[in-house]
Structures are given as C-alpha cells and as structure tokens.
C-alpha cells in the first residue's frame, strides 16, 4: 500500500536532482565562458562556483517537498483526481472511502509517474550551455580577448628572468629557459624580519641583508654568471640548478648571463637592487624649552619627557648630562650619564621614557648650568648607528655675581704687587754705598734695612716657585709679622728689632704711592701664593737642577738679606751679584728649554752668504699630463650615434655595441643612487645591446634618457673655427688707425 | 618678320611655305602644259594669290598693338574671397590668375599692365616675374602664432641657446617650451597676456653633433596645439695652448693653471722665482723651454697669460712683437692686473681705467662678492666690455688686429673656488678667455641665405673661400653651380633644390672636412613666421614699385576674313576661266 507513497517520493527526489542539474548546467555554461574569454583555468572555476552559488540561493531545488510534489501530479495528472494528498496521509486516520480512493490513486499512479516528468528547464539550459560554450571558443580563436588573458596569466611570466642570445646569428639554437627561480632574502637578525622568498627580480631589501639567487634551468648550461656593477660573479652550481649567494651593500644592478651546450651566449635583462637604508633612530623631546632657568629658591627638578623610534629596533638610550661650574678660566666640567626612569627592553621599535633630573641632586649651585641631551643606539650590525637629540640648557640664577668696572670718578688703581729685581737691588745697593759719607747714619740704615726688605721681598718671589715646603713655611709667617706681628719667630725677631725703621715704608709701597694704610693690604696676594702652593701638583714647575740652583739662590738672597739688615751693604753686594748670577742662569735655562723646541735652522755658509751669488741655482722644470677627466663620454658618445642611427637610419655595427655597453655601465654608476628611475633606460641599453631592442622607438626612448641623466655642460674656454675673411681683416685694420 | 607682323602658327612657317610652292608649281606646271588655251599670266597670279591667302588662313597672322590697360589680379595664399569680388567688380576685364608655384604664370603676366597681388604675397624667389610690372600688393593681416624668431643654429658646446621672439595672439595660458630633440624640456613659460608677446627661451646643450630641437606650444591643460622644429649644429671646443707668464708665483696662476689644465688643454707656465731664474711647469705638452719670445714661440700659443709687471717690464723689440703676433695673428694676450697696471698711463698699458673707489663687486644672480681693484674701465674707443652687468664692467678687451688683449679689475678669482663655487669661477674664465682665444683659421665659411629651407624650393647659400678651384657637390654627388661675387672675389653663391626633408649636407669636392649641413623644414614648419615673413618681403618688394602702367605690345590676330574672299574669289576664277574658254 505504501508504494504510492513511494512513488511520489522518487518522484519528487527526481524533480530535486532535475533542478539541480539544471543549476549545475547554468553555472558550468558561464563558468566555461568564463573560462575561454580569460583563458585561465581558475577564473573558470571561480566564476562557475559562484554562479553555482548564486543560482542555488534563487532556484532553491530542496524546497520541492512531497506537499508540492503531490499538489502538481493533481495537477497534472487526470488519474490521480486530486487524491495524491491522501497518500501522504497515515492510512488509519483516513475512512473508508478515502481508503479506497487511496488505494487507487496509488495503483494509477505506479503506471502514470513514469510516463510523466517533473516541470523542469533542463533543455533550456542544456541549450544555453551549448551556446555559451559556441560562443566563448569562437571568442576565445578570435582572440578578442587576448588582453585579459595578458593582464591575468602576466603575474606569472614576467617574473621569470628571461634570457635572450647574444649572438644573434645562431637564432635557431635552443634556448634555454628558466624552469624555477627563487630569490630568497635573507635579512641581518636584528631587524628581525627573517627571511622573504620572492620571484620578482627586482630586488628591495634593508643594507646588510643576504640574498640568494637560485635558478633552475630546463636545458643543460654552463658558465653562469651574475654581472653585477662591471663586475662578474660565477654562480655555484647545486644539484639541479645554479646558486649565488651576494650581500647588499649598495644600490646597483644586476643581470644574468650563461652559456648553452652549443656555446652560444645568453644574458638576461638588466635588474635592479635597491639598498633600504638603516635609520639611525629619531628622537623626540616633548614639551621642554631648550632654556630652563631655575632661582635659587625654587625646586630644581626638570621633567624630561621623549619618545624614541626607530626603523628596526632600539639597543640603548641614555642621558648625557654635563655640569659646568665656575666660569672663565675656572670653568670646570663633570660629566654624568643618566639612565631613563624605565629599563630598556632592546629591540623595541618605539619607546616612550621620562626622567626626572633632580639638579641638587646633581650638586649644582648657584651659577651652575646644565646640559643635557640624549643619545640612542639603534641594532645596526655591524656598527650601531647612533642619533643624539638637541642639547638642552638647565640654569641655576646667580644673582649675586658681581662685575668688574672701572669707574671714570676712580681715577687712581691699586697699584700692582711689583718687586725689584735683583740687579735693581745691587745697583740701590752700590748707590747706597756710594751716597754713605754724605748721608746721616739714621738715613744710611733705614735705607740698607729697607734694601733689606725688598730683598726679602724678591726671596719671597723666588720662594714661591720653589713650592719647597721648608722654605714655605718660613715665607708665610714672615709675612704675618711683617703685616701684624703676631707670630714670633727667629726670623721675625729681626724684624720686630728694625720695626722703628721700617714702620711706615716697609714694603712694596716704598715710593708711598699709594696711603700707608694699603701697603699692609699690598701683601696680601702673597697669601694667595701661598695656598696656592699647598698644592703639590703646582709645586714641581722645574726640574731638579732648576730647584736646586734655585734653593742656593734663595739661600744666597738670605745672606744678602741678613748683610743689609746689619747695614753691611758692602759685604751683601757679593751675595747679590751671586744671586744674581744664578737667577740669570735660572732665567737662561728656561730659555733654552724653549729654544730647543724650537726651529733649528740650517748652517749657514758664511763664505757665500750676502753675496748675491745666484750661479748655483738652476731653473726648475715640472712637466705633467692631466688625464682629462670625462666620466660621461660614452654616453655622449651614445646619443650622437643614437642620432645618426635615428635620423640616417644607418646600420647597427659591432663598434656601436661597445659604446653602449661602456654608456651602460657609466649610466649605471650615475644611477646608484637612484635606480628605479633609470632602470628603463638601462634595460633599453642592454636591448640594443644584445640585439632585442634595434628600434628607431627604442633609440629615442633611451636618447630621451641619456639625455636627461646626462649632467650640465661644463664651461670650458676652447677655439672655435672662424674664416678670417680679407675684408674684416682690412677693416679692422683701419679701425685701429682710428683709435 | 616684318615689323609687327608675327604668326600664331610661327613654328609650321616653313612646311606650309614649302607646301605652298610645291602647289603653285604643280599649277604652274600644268597651266605651261595648256598653255595654248591662253590667259597663262593671269591664272598664275590668281593662282599665286588664291595660294598666299591659304597659306595666311593656315598661319594666322598677327598684328602688334599697344595695350596700356591690362589689369591683373593674382590670388596668394591666405586671400579673402570678399576682397577679391570687390576687386573684381570694380575693375572690368581684370584677369583673375591663382599662384601656384607649380604652374608658370610668366606668359598671362606679360599680357598685364598692372596687377594686384592680395593674400600673404608671392614667394621671394618669383620676384623677377614681376620685374617690369606695376604691382599693388595688399596684404593680409599678420597670421595668430610665432612671427619673429631667432637664434643661433650654430653653436659651440657649452654655450647657451638662445630662443628669442614674439608671438601673435597667444592663447592665454598656453605654455611655450623648448625641448631638446628627444623631448626633454629645457625652459618654458606660460603666456598671460593676448597681445604680441616677446618670449626668451634657453637652453644648453649637452652633447655635440646635429640635433632638432622643437618649440612646443601647449595649452594650459597639456594638450600639444602646434611643434615647430629648431635645428641646431653644437661643434665642439678645441683644445687651447696656453703660455702663463708670472713675474712670481700668485695663487690666482696657480689655480687658473689648475683649471686649464684639468680640462684638457696645454698649459706652459713660466714663473720667475729669482733673476734670470725662472720655473716652467708643461701640462699636458712636451717641454720646450720658453726663454726667447720669438714669433715662432708666440705662434704656437693659442693664448698668452701674463701678469701686468712682466708684460709691461718687455723690451721695446718684445713687446713689438707681441704686438705683432697679436694684430696679424690674432693671438689672445690676457694681463693679469696689478697696481702697476692702473698707473701706467694709457699709451702704454692699452687699457683707460678711471677710479671708481670699490674695493668689491657682487656677481649678478648670487650673493658672492669680489675683492676688486679700485678702477673701472674708462671708456675708449676699439675697448669692449666682455663682463659687464649693471654696474661696472670688470673684463674687457681691446681690438688690436685680428687679435684682442684684456684684462680684468677682479683682484683674486680663486676666493671664488675657495668658497666653493666652482661653476661661477669655471664661468667667469670661460667667459673672458673665449672672448678673446686665438680663432682657428678655416678654408672656407658656409652661410646660408633662406633660413627656411623647403623641398623643391630654392636654397641660396653663400660660401667664402681663399680656394681658387673647388666645387660644391651635394648628397648625391651632382655639382652646385656657383657664382663668383666681382667685387668680393672670395664670395660665391649658389642655389640647391633639396629633395628631401631633414638634414641635408653641401661639401667642397676637394675637402672632405668641410661639411655644411642644413635642415630641410617640413611645409607645416612654421606656418605663421613663414607667412609673416612672406608678408613683410612683399610689401617691401611692392612697395615703391613703378606705378604708372607700362604699355604692353599684344599680337591681335589679324581678321582672316579678308584671306577667305580672296581664297574664295581666287578659286573661283580659276574654276570657271577654262570653262569660259571652252565655251568659247
């Protein structure tokens, strides 16, 4: 009872598999027309999958159910009198008239079903199919379409390097082809871009990156090589190919060449290498004025806010911060380097970092300046490249700074700290001598004690150099008494003894120039001397011999020093001359210590010096060929017999293969620095030059391009060719009669 | 022929005379043969005549007559129909002629006693048609585009080409750029008013040899609107021989050596180093010692350098023969300047300099400033100024003969190179050592005469040569005739047709080096200068052209109306006087 049922089913899952044929026969009619237009495969495909789709979506064939199904066979078949809806039914719930019926409808239909089909479209698109395919080959012989096919099927072929024979005699050799050919770029490890397999020739890639070449041929070659700026690197072979491994450095250009079996010699076109530069790192300093000043009272504390990139990644990043104190010769620099509040994690590409700078905790005062600037490294291999920011100033005011000025009321200066010399000493001293009968005896001392203290005074002088400790501490508390009588000493017992004499014009003030009162301030810089040979650095400033014929003399002085102060000037005279003597020799020593640095001249002949006599010398003759530097001259070369082959059409020769070639590799040196832009006229070269490219079009384009490579015109001055013509001649002749 | 009398017929006169014999003796053979049947005599005259008057039908005779009344109109390129109807109708009988210089028009002109001439005019090379002919040429109006231009289509390298012109009625916006002959633009500018626009346009060569260079009009947005060629011949610069003569060495010599020698040319440098001691430096020469200043020794150099206190401390007999070498060989003395220079008085330092009281001068178009003596050149007559620009001048040279000396007031040049403008300092020399280098002689010199050469149109050249025998021969190897000048005997001129567009070349049979090449425009080249200059030649040529009408003598034919009466009457007679005898 139930195979009505089960024809209706069959029925309807032929009416599903019929309308999805007919979907299928849509999609694969466009599909193949899609096909032969583009004459690609996977365009077919893809445009077949999706009308496929597309079609499904409106036509929906599984929506047919067995309540359809059943509703067009009463439609459309007599027999069935609308009864197939019973057949769905279960038997049970039916009555018995209905049974009936049922049974009925299932017995005409196991006749009728088979005779009809379920409505379909399947001649129709069968039809359509037909068509499209008729069309699409009629298309696609026709070769309308030729374009699309270029436009699609060109990511393929021009990527492969092609190679053309050089001599272009032997045309009917194979030619070899390249089968696989892979470029690999290997980048350095610290831009951690890894490695990159590409096909196109044309190559980009970071400065340092390794780059491997491998290609594979389908014909057995040999001698390949890689020309690669004017010279040429052979390609190692591996089992089934060639491979060449260089390293980027710079810019250039690169091409193939091999040989084949028969010997005939292949060369590719013309490729270009482009070096990427590696960016030192860029850094930025934000919301800082270059000038910072701070008072004393306030809070010294510069927030330093920067960001950091760079192109492949960042290695280090600090402060430099330079403190300067003092000023003028007593400038004094201390340099410090500061970290970033953050730690840096190497290999970032972008770093943002702050750092406080705390200037008291720099220890600056008052007066203090900073500066400070920031210097990262970035990972370049093997050098990293360094970038520093602007420097930036910090100040700390000193408002207490006083300045020197002569005022026009003040007209009168300190006078200076002087001494007198030795020899002025003994000259006093034997005029003191001399003036004795006619002199007081009051008058005789005071003068000799006097001479006594300027004696002192230059022993001083000469003390000071020596820095010699024993001597030093003796000079100081000299002083001191001198000025304030405090200490007591063996020396000073002296001077408290001659203190009547003395009282008012001891000292450098003799001429009483200035008031008295300065002559105890006179010799105060005496105590600057004083702490300044504290310093045993300052202490050594002679040699040995120099500070020991110093410390006699020093000696001697004291000597000299105690006769004049016993007013004994007589018996102090030949201390003095013998001071004298080895201050001269002190004073001497250092002047020869600078002459013998000095220029040392050459003998001189005294017999012939003076006279005039120039027979010796002879005139002097220099002769030198200049090579004449052209660096262009191929080129120019190039174009005019570019020309000529443009305008009288004149036949290629072998010579004009050379100048090409040589007008090749000097466009090629101009254009390192750019090679994208000249690339064309290259490869243009390189055509005419291996016979692919013989074309009045190609001429010009490549005279188009050496021309506009080509630099200025220098100025040279050179001869021109004139006809002097009698006439002229004659009239200008006449015009200087005139003048 | 009688006078006045011609035949139409003149070429057939002697077949139809001999003819006529024959006949008149046939007759008279076969009259003699009838002879008894009487009036012999009167049948032979009638006969005689009745044969003269055929043989007038055959010829037609003619008759000269003077006509002071034949007005012509000839129709040139660019006419306007309205201007030739109004013409027409107010000049009955006017000969309507349309110029074509394909077709002659000699033989319709001769039969004019006046003519008008409208549109851009005839070309020049038909002038001599209009020789005797009273000619009212009214032109047309200047046509819209380039109608003046020039520049030097003979240039050295290195040197700068100068486009200069005006242009009619430009569109506004249009740019005006010059290219070099592949396309690559040299200078442009864009025109912003309607009227007639001077424009200067340069450009400098980067190579020699042959090339066509274009004028290119655009309009605002790019489009190409009009190409007009600009052949140019660049030749380059020959190496110079330079003698540099210093009384002591002077860094100014040194790097002016330097720069000399660098490029290519042979520098001989003699500086004294102490009395009769001297230092000499060869670039790029074999060493020839330069003790004696012979004429030999001075004509070897193409340029003597010198500083003013060597110069001047010469000898008379030296110096004469600097001078010498100067003025007949045109040798190039540059003098170095010192002080010693400005106070030598004028009759023995060639140059006049007055003070001016600046110690610098800023070069033109930089910011560069020059240390300089305190003079300016005095103005003098045969003194010429070779770097001059607003202010004063700061080189010139003095014509002596066929040679020139200068001299500079610039102190030190080399601060230029110092301060690294090489290019001003490698301008600066070029500029005064061209001006006054020693010219290479040549055998001959080319001129052309049309400067817009066409196919199949005349080209007149002119060509100066010493040769006594040689002939011009063109690319396919035929002779150029040529026309010796009577009063400039080493001037020649000839006219060549030229047969192809392009460059074309002219050589001297017997001197393959000297080569004349010229380009063969295209008949759109320069439509509008053409055509102005067409313009302004005619009106010129018309303008004082005779105005009273000549007489023309025309041949009219004679009626022949005459001749048939007698023919008729003459065979007439001769038909019906045997039958009167007979009848008889």
Redesign the interface.
């Given at each position: 009872m139930e195979s009505g049922k089960q024809h209706l089913i069959k029925f309807n899952q032929r009416w599903q598999l019929l309308g999805y044929l007919e979907v299928f026969l849509y999609a694969l009619g466009i599909g193949l027309f899609a096909y032969f237009l583009a004459s690609n495969i996977l365009i077919g495909l893809t445009v077949f999958t999706l009308v496929l789709i597309l079609l499904l979506l409106i036509k929906h064939p599984w929506s047919h159910n067995l309540n359809t199904t059943s509703s067009y066979i009463d439609a459309h078949v007599a027999e069935a009198s609308f009864s197939t809806g019973l057949l769905l039914q279960p038997e049970e719930s039916l009555s018995n008239l209905a049974r009936l019926q049922r049974y009925k409808v299932s017995h005409e239909l196991k006749t009728r079903l088979g005779a009809i089909t379920p409505p379909n479209k399947v001649k129709q698109a069968s039809m359509v199919l037909v068509t499209l395919l008729a069309v699409g080959f009629f298309l696609n012989k026709l070769g309308l379409f030729s374009g699309v096919d270029d436009v699609f099927n060109s990511n393929v072929n021009p990527e492969h390097i092609h190679f053309i024979a050089k001599d272009t005699l032997s045309k009917e050799s194979v030619l070899p082809k390249i089968t696989n050919q892979v470029i690999s770029v290997s980048y350095p490890a610290y831009t951690r871009l890894g490695h990159k397999t590409m096909a196109e020739p044309n190559v980009k890639a970071v400065v340092n990156s390794k780059i491997d070449w491998r290609l594979k041929f389908d014909n057995p070659i040999s001698g390949v090589f890689m020309e690669r700026m004017g010279k040429s690197f052979p390609l190692q072979k591996v089992d089934d190919g060639y491979t060449i491994r260089q390293s980027l450095k710079e810019s250039g250009f690169y091409s193939f060449k091999f040989k084949n079996e028969e010997g005939v010699e292949f060369t590719s076109d013309l490729f270009s290498i482009e070096a990427l530069p590696d960016n030192p790192p860029e850094i930025e300093i934000i919301g800082l004025e270059q000038y910072t000043y701070f008072d004393f009272s306030d809070t010294k504390k510069i927030q330093l806010q920067s960001t950091i990139t760079d192109d492949y990644g960042i290695d280090e990043a600090y402060i430099i911060a330079t403190v300067s104190k003092g000023s003028g010769e007593s400038v004094k620099f201390r340099e410090e380097k500061l970290n970033f509040n953050q730690t840096i994690q190497r290999g970032q590409t972008s770093l943002s970092l702050g750092k406080n700078i705390d200037l008291d905790a720099l220890k600056m005062d008052v007066g203090d300046e900073l500066y400070f600037y920031i210097e990262a490294y970035d990972e370049k291999e093997p050098k990293r490249s360094v970038a520093r920011s602007e420097t930036y100033f910090a100040v700390i005011k000193d408002t207490i700074t006083d300045q020197f000025a002569v005022q026009g009321t003040l007209g009168v200066d300190q006078m200076p700290d002087y001494f007198r010399s030795q020899r002025q000493l003994i000259i006093d001293t034997e005029k003191l001598i001399k003036d004795k009968p006619t002199i007081s005896t009051q008058e005789f001392k005071f003068r000799s004690n006097e001479l006594g203290f300027d004696q002192k005074a230059l022993r001083l002088k000469y003390g000071q150099f020596m820095g010699d400790e024993s001597e030093m501490t003796e000079a100081p508390s000299e002083i001191e008494t001198a000025e304030a009588g405090e200490d007591h000493d063996h020396a000073e017992d002296q001077e408290n003894i001659l203190k009547e004499y003395s009282h008012d014009h001891d000292g450098d003030n003799e001429h009483n120039l200035v008031p008295s009162q300065e002559s105890v301030e006179a010799e105060d810089p005496l105590h600057d001397y004083l702490h300044n040979h504290d310093d045993p650095e300052e202490s050594t400033l002679f040699e040995e011999s120099l500070k020991t014929k110093l410390r006699k003399a020093l000696s001697i002085m004291w000597d000299a020093e105690l006769y004049l102060r016993l007013y004994e000037p007589e018996k102090s005279l030949p201390f003095q001359y013998d001071a004298l003597k080895l201050i001269q020799e002190i004073k001497n020593s250092a002047r020869i210590y600078v002459h013998r640095i000095g220029f040392d001249p050459p003998p001189i002949k005294e017999e012939s010096r003076l006279t005039g006599s120039?027979k010796d010398?002879?005139?002097?003759?220099?002769?030198?060929?200049?090579e004449?530097?052209q660096p262009f001259a191929a080129m120019?070369k190039a174009?005019?017999r570019l020309?000529e082959l443009i305008?009288?059409q004149v036949i290629f020769n072998e010579l004009d293969k050379e100048i090409f070639a040589e007008a090749g590799n000097e466009l090629a040196l101009l254009a390192i620095e750019n090679p994208g832009k000249y690339l064309g006229v290259l490869q243009g070269l390189k055509q005419i030059e291996n016979n692919t490219g013989r074309t009045i079009s190609n001429y010009?384009t490549v005279?188009?391009g050496l021309?506009?490579a080509?630099?200025?015109?220098?100025?040279?001055?050179?001869?021109?060719?004139?006809?002097?013509?009698?006439?002229n001649?004659l009239f200008?002749?006449q015009?200087?009669t005139?003048? | 022929m009688i006078d006045g009398f011609s035949f139409v017929h003149n070429v057939v006169l002697i077949p139809v005379f001999i003819g006529a014999l024959v006949l008149f003796a046939i007759y008279l053979y076969k009259e003699w043969v009838n002879k008894s049947r009487g009036s012999f005599a009167l049948n032979a005259i009638v006969a005689f005549v009745t044969i003269a008057a055929v043989v007038l039908l055959v010829l037609e005779p003619t008759k000269e007559v003077e006509v002071d009344d034949q007005k012509g109109l000839l129709l040139t390129d660019g006419y306007s129909e309205q201007q030739k109807d109004s013409l027409v109708s107010l000049n009955k009988g006017i000969k309507v002629l349309n110029y074509d210089s394909g077709i002659a028009i000699r033989n319709e002109l001769d039969s004019l006693t006046s003519i008008y001439v409208i549109g851009q005019g005839v070309p020049s090379y038909d002038f001599s048609l209009f020789n005797d002919l009273a000619v009212e040429y009214i032109p047309i109006e200047n046509p819209l585009g380039i109608n003046r231009l020039s520049y030097a289509n003979q240039i050295t390298l290195g040197e700068k080409v100068q486009v200069n012109g005006s242009y009619n009625h430009p569109i506004k916006g249009a740019f005006l750029v010059f290219e070099d002959s592949r396309g690559n633009g040299l200078d442009s500018l864009q025109f912003v008013e309607n009227g007639n626009t001077d424009f200067s346009l340069s450009g400098t060569p980067k190579t020699s040899g042959t090339y066509v260079y274009q004028l290119i009009i655009k309009d605002s947005v790019g489009v190409l609107l009009d190409t007009n060629p600009l052949p140019i011949e660049i030749k380059e610069k020959k190496p110079l021989r330079v003698l540099i003569l210093n009384n002591f060495p002077t860094f100014e010599t040194k790097y002016l050596k330097n720069f000399l020698a660098e490029e290519g040319h042979e520098v001989i440098v003699r500086s004294q180093f102490t009395k009769g001691k001297f230092k000499f430096e060869y670039f790029n020469t074999s060493s020839l010692p330069v003790n004696q200043f012979t004429d030999a020794v001075l004509n070897q150099f193409d340029l003597i350098i010198s500083d003013a206190d060597t110069y001047f401390s010469f000898g008379v007999s030296i110096k004469n023969r600097f001078e010498k070498n100067i003025q007949e060989s045109g040798l190039g003395v540059f003098i170095q300047p010192s002080e010693f220079l400005f106070d030598l008085h004028e009759s023995s330092s060639y140059f006049k300099f007055k003070r001016d009281a600046k110690d610098e001068i800023q070069l033109p178009n930089s910011a560069i400033t020059l240390e300089k003596y305190p003079y300016d050149f005095d103005e003098q007559f045969l003194v010429q100024p070779i770097l001059k620009w607003d202010g004063p001048c700061i080189a010139a040279y003095k014509q002596m003969g066929l040679g020139r000396v200068a001299t500079t007031t610039i102190l030190n040049s080399y601060q230029l190179l110092l301060n690294g403008s090489d290019e001003t300092y490698e301008n600066y020399w070029t500029q005064i050592l061209d001006a006054i280098i020693k010219k290479n002689n040549v055998a001959l010199e080319w001129k052309a005469v049309t400067h817009i050469p066409l196919v199949d149109e005349p080209f007149d050249i002119d060509l100066y040569t010493n040769l006594k025998e040689f002939s011009i021969v063109n690319e396919d190897g035929g002779l150029v005739p040529t026309v010796q000048k009577p009063m400039i005997s080493n001037k020649y001129s000839g006219t060549v047709y030229p047969k192809k567009k392009g460059w074309n070349t002219l050589k001297i049979n017997t001197d393959s080096a000297s080569r004349f090449s010229y380009y063969v425009y295209d008949d759109m080249d320069w439509k509008s200068l053409r055509t102005t200059e067409t313009i302004a030649v005619n009106q010129k040529r018309f303008k004082n052209t005779v105005n009273k009408n000549r007489t023309v003598m025309i041949d009219r034919p004679i009626s022949p109306i005459l001749c048939y009466i007698l023919f008729l009457v003459g065979i007439g007679w001769l038909w019906l006087s045997p039958k009167l005898i007979t009848d008889k």
């Open positions: 120039i010398i002879d005139n002097f003759r220099k002769t030198e060929n200049l004449l530097d120019t174009i005019s020309e305008q009288k010009k005279q188009k021309l506009s080509l630099p200025k015109t220098k100025q040279i001055p050179g001869a021109r060719n004139t006809y002097t013509d009698e006439i001649s200008l002749k015009l200087e005139y003048d | -």
